[in-house]
């Protein structure tokens, strides 16, 4: 679905994402794990559109989006998290999840003047999607709750909860897991299966637990310094003596003397 292709991205004098090609299969959930500071994270921004690439180019489904702007790739069913949720916390969950969808009838002065009953009732189907979304993500109890005063985890299902809400391709979950207590992310984890194997979601996370890495991705890519090191499961990167290196530095060769 996605392929990454000789990508390059500077930062002044800064090479952070330094030649790097990937591909993410259809139907996959895909892990990215790297050290801080190997650009997983200016990778997802170039993929979604938040920063140009120095060069290179990335294709969805076959077609060139290098460059393309946040709002096109949504339209095409690219959407992608944060590592820090994004919600709107004086609206409630409900009305979080009612933003989403774009081109809504009652957002065009006319409509909302001479066509009350259009914007009404697609403003019910917005609402009864927002509420299949709630109760597949068990958020019922906090479904009419300010969103700013949910729990981390809970704020991390809600930014899930969103790209439920219009028809994705692909989502990008950057460390959906960080700050988010074991329950809640065993909750999100089956969530993002669910997802996968109900309806056909592709993932590719950014993700330093490597329990909820081996519980959910296949393959898994590592970078270090801006590059993609190696691809594999789980348990092979973890064996990996090039990863070990890269997050230790130091692995089986220094060891050895070898």
């Known amino acids: 679905m996605i392929k990454v292709d000789k990508l390059n991205k500077y930062f002044g004098g800064l090479h952070a994402v330094d030649n790097a090609s990937l591909t993410i299969e259809t139907g996959s959930i895909t892990g990215l794990i790297g050290p801080n500071g190997a650009g997983k994270t200016t990778l997802f921004n170039i993929i979604a559109g938040v920063h140009k690439p120095s060069s290179g180019h990335v294709y969805l489904d076959g077609d060139d989006i290098t460059g393309f702007a946040p709002h096109e790739l949504f339209e095409r069913g690219l959407l992608r998290t944060f590592q820090i949720a994004h919600e709107f916390s004086s609206l409630t969950v409900r009305e979080n999840l009612m933003m989403v969808p774009g081109n809504q009838s009652g957002e065009n002065l006319i409509n909302a003047w001479f066509r009350p009953k259009l914007v009404a009732q697609e403003e019910d189907q917005i609402r009864q999607k927002a509420n299949d979304v709630i109760d597949f993500l068990q958020l019922s109890h906090v479904a009419d709750e300010r969103a700013g005063n949910l729990s981390?985890?809970?704020?991390?299902?809600?930014?899930?909860?969103?790209?439920?809400?219009?028809?994705?391709?692909?989502?990008?979950?950057?460390?959906?897991?960080?700050?988010?207590?074991?329950?809640?992310?065993?909750?999100?984890?089956?969530?993002?299966?669910?997802?996968?194997?109900?309806?056909?979601?592709?993932?590719?996370?950014?993700?330093?637990?490597?329990?909820?890495?081996?519980?959910?991705?296949?393959?898994?890519?590592?970078?270090?310094?801006?590059?993609?090191?190696?691809?594999?499961?789980?348990?092979?990167?973890?064996?990996?003596?090039?990863?070990?290196?890269?997050?230790?530095?130091?692995?089986?060769?220094?060891?050895?003397?070898?």
């Open 152 to 258: 981390g985890g809970q704020k991390k299902l809600l930014e899930l909860g969103r790209t439920m809400m219009v028809d994705a391709k692909i989502v990008f979950l950057d460390e959906v897991g960080a700050g988010v207590n074991r329950t809640l992310l065993n909750t999100i984890g089956d969530a993002i299966i669910r997802l996968n194997k109900e309806r056909g979601y592709t993932f590719c996370m950014i993700e330093h637990d490597m329990d909820f890495i081996g519980r959910l991705c296949d393959p898994v890519i590592v970078m270090a310094e801006g590059s993609v090191l190696a691809t594999g499961t789980a348990e092979e990167v973890k064996a990996n003596e090039e990863v070990i290196e890269a997050y230790l530095g130091t692995g089986l060769k220094n060891k050895t003397g070898s």
